[in-house]
């Protein structure tokens, strides 16, 4: 089984999902959206309204502004990364989501790593970056920093609604990571590029 149908067989397990409260409230679990093969993997907080009713992440205001800076910074559209989320389900009234919420929904964001093997996820926000970081520092302290997280290299950035709201420096130290995400991507490729032929011209095993 490739990853890619994994993923949508994990899609469709997380479809159904009742493992904590928030499926009582939802329209539809909000899974994520985008190339299950990126090699850049954004993590948001979790649906709101206009998720909750699209199925997919970051379609409401904080989303515009996503797309527009990865554009402009990265020079990607949502559709060549993959966006997900720390929970699958809206929180009610744009409440935080609980720690229980968040254990339960852990193991679907990390099969979703697993699966896609991003080179960069960049955390949007303190949940994301605290839940993948495992940390108690804030987005503040973290953001302007890069970590290694698996096989991935993890930059922590603000969420886009607190720079909506902050705008000015917010912003541009949010392009900033961005920028610093784009050089990761372009190392990570290159390496992949130099490993590649080295793997063409290997040896099989067995046919010496
Ligand atoms: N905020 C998030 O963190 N995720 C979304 O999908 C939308 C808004």
């Known amino acids: 089984m490739t990853d890619t149908?994994?993923?949508e067989r994990l899609r469709v397990t997380a479809s159904t999902c009742t493992l904590c409260p928030l499926a009582g409230g939802r329209t539809q679990v909000v899974f994520g959206v985008g190339n299950p093969t990126a090699d850049?993997?954004?993590v948001g907080e979790g649906p709101g309204r206009e998720e909750d009713l699209a199925g997919e992440p970051f379609v409401g205001r904080s989303g515009k502004?996503?797309?527009r800076l990865m554009a402009e910074e990265i020079g990607l559209t949502r559709a060549e990364c993959y966006i997900a989320n720390v929970v699958k389900c809206r929180p009610p009234?744009?409440?935080d989501p609980a720690p229980r919420e968040i254990e339960s929904c852990r193991p679907y964001l990390e099969q979703q790593i697993a699966l896609i093997a991003p080179a960069v996820i960049?955390?949007?926000g303190n949940f994301?970056?605290?839940l993948l970081l495992e940390s108690s520092q804030g987005i503040r302290e973290l953001r302007g920093q890069t970590f290694e997280r698996g096989a991935a290299?993890?930059?922590p950035t603000y969420h886009p609604a607190y720079v909506l709201r902050a705008g000015g420096e917010a912003m541009a130290e949010m392009r900033a990571d961005l920028v610093r995400a784009k050089r990761l991507i372009t190392a990570a490729r290159r390496t992949q590029a130099?490993?590649?032929p080295q793997a063409e011209r290997a040896p099989q095993a067995g046919h010496p």
């Open 5 to 7: 149908v994994a993923l």
């Open 40 to 42: 850049l993997l954004f």
């Open 65 to 67: 502004l996503l797309d």
């Open 93 to 95: 009234n744009n409440r």
């Open 122 to 124: 960049v955390t949007l």
């Open 128 to 130: 994301a970056t605290k």
């Open 153 to 155: 290299t993890l930059v």
């Open 194 to 196: 130099e490993r590649a």
